[in-house]
């Protein structure tokens, strides 16, 4: 009796676990712009959508970058003309999105809050 209610509570558990949000949407702005732009970052197309480009091949960077560049969990993405977008999340919900053109040093950042997941 005590397997059973073991496998019960383990496949319980499986599939909770397996129900994370896949697509997560933030609120961005620049500190010279006071415009709210969205951004979409979706886990299960491997894609980040920002401000109508879709940057491609969607990589978890964290274990990369490490944790002095990342405050939780860094992602990094890129357009087909080389331009690359990384979001660096943070707990509850805020995140910083950096913008490069390609061979661009540097790039743009912008502060974003998260809307929905």
């Known amino acids: 009796m005590k397997i059973r209610t073991f496998l019960a509570v383990g496949a319980m558990m499986a599939l909770l676990s397996s129900a994370q949000a896949t697509t997560f949407v933030y609120g961005c702005r620049s500190q010279d712009d006071s415009?709210?732009?969205s951004a979409?970052?979706?886990?299960?197309?491997?894609?980040?959508?920002w401000r109508g480009s879709v940057y491609e091949n969607l990589k978890d960077i964290t274990a990369e970058v490490g944790l002095d560049f990342c405050a939780k969990q860094c992602f990094r993405a890129s357009r087909r003309d080389g331009a690359i977008?990384?979001?660096d999340t943070a707990t509850q919900g805020v995140a910083t999105l950096t913008t490069s053109e390609k061979n661009q040093e540097g790039g743009t950042e912008f502060d974003c809050d998260l809307l929905r997941q």
């Open 35 to 37: 415009k709210l732009y």
């Open 40 to 49: 979409k970052l979706d886990t299960a197309k491997h894609t980040l959508t």
């Open 85 to 87: 977008a990384v979001l």
